[in-house]
């Protein structure tokens, strides 16, 4: 018996060896030199953009770009020609045959910005805010969405009263030494102010704030201003411009608007001015009823690439309810602006 089940061990791992054998002498098994990959990154070829969310293609496979624009291709033939391709809105198509080496091959790939040497007329040719008598507003503006944001929102009435509320949220992620992210942040900051006084709550209560130490509304103004600055040059100069037609917000009849625009402009790097191209994206919702409110943008979004610096500033804001007269109270004192804000 003993010798019986030695000779059936002994074929049973015979038989699963001559197997191995063979599929390796046959060449079955992939060498890994037999492998490869394509990557890149898709950016905008004026101003070095990187473009999120573009879908790039080599022959049926699909990739889709995230906030730095890289694609990635894996496990591909040596020696094999592929078709690398991607389209997106307000580009012009890209195509490019490559052939996959070992250990890998890498595209850059520069798009071009439709309308670049026949630029479309924007058919909005400015945006007006300064008649504005009243609003609420939400506005969030940085430098990157993944390096600091502040958000600020609130309500305006008649700036001879100067009363407004305002909530302000501080986010920031700084790189570390070893090129990951840490995050930090302040707790949200809550404003109420009516004529000269100042209520401040940092989460333990409201108190009256004497020392003036939050912002004020000018500091608001400015966001908007700077905003509609950018979207002004973009509307003067726009390369590509899309049409989305006539929407109702807000009550209002508004046009929608999205444009690109590549712009030359200075910016200040140390003590040197250097000249630069500027990628601004414009997304407006304007109100074409005729009125106080013409040409005002209920809703507005602007986007901006600085090439020498390498970094995107953004700025969104919605203005809304204009021109409803309503009335800010006083908080009492301890009390929360979070209890506030449910009530509402």
């Known amino acids: ?33 037999d492998v490869t990959y394509i990557d890149g990154y898709v950016r ?35 020696g094999r020609e592929y078709r690398l391709s991607c389209t997106t809105e307000h580009y012009e198509p ?12 890498n595209v850059e790939i520069n798009l071009k910005l439709l309308g670049i040497t026949n ?31 502040v958000k600020e929102e609130g309500s305006f009435l008649a700036p001879d009263k100067f009363q407004f509320k305002l909530s302000t949220n501080y986010s920031r992620e700084s790189p570390t030494s070893d090129g990951s992210t840490e995050g930090s942040a302040r707790p949200p900051q809550y404003c109420i102010q009516l004529g000269d006084k100042q209520w401040i709550d940092y989460g333990d209560g409201y108190f009256l704030n004497n020392e003036r130490k939050h912002q004020g509304f000018e500091d608001v103004f400015n966001s908007i201003d700077y905003a509609v600055g950018r979207a002004n040059l973009a509307l003067e100069a726009s390369n590509y411009v899309r049409d989305f037609g006539e929407f109702m917000v807000g009550g209002r009849k508004t046009r929608r608007l999205k444009t690109l625009t590549v712009v030359p402009n200075k910016v200040k790097v140390g003590e ?15 109100c074409i009823e005729e009125g106080d409110l013409l040409n005002v943008p209920v809703d507005l979004s602007v986007s901006a690439f600085e090439s020498v610096r390498k970094i995107k500033t953004f700025t969104h804001f919605r203005l809304s309810n204009i021109n409803i007269i309503f009335k800010i109270d006083a908080p009492e004192e301890g009390q929360s602006a979070v209890e506030i804000n449910t009530e509402l």
């Open 1 to 33: 018996m003993k010798k019986i089940a030695i000779y059936l061990i002994s074929f049973v791992l015979i038989v699963g060896i001559i197997p191995m054998f063979a599929a390796c002498g046959n060449g079955n098994v992939e060498d890994p030199e």
């Open 44 to 78: 905008d070829e004026a101003t070095g953009s990187p473009l999120e969310g573009v879908t790039v293609y080599l022959d049926d496979d699909s990739f889709v770009t995230q906030t730095d624009g890289r694609f990635f291709f894996t496990q591909l033939d040596k």
């Open 94 to 105: 890209f195509y490019q045959d490559v052939l996959a080496v070992y250990p890998s091959s």
């Open 119 to 149: 630029p479309k007329p924007s058919p909005i040719k400015q945006i007006r805010i300064d008649h504005l008598e009243s609003f609420d507003f939400n506005i969030e503006h940085g430098v990157s969405e993944n390096m600091i944001t």
């Open 272 to 286: 040197e001015e250097i000249e630069q191209q500027l990628l601004i994206e414009l997304t407006a919702s304007i």
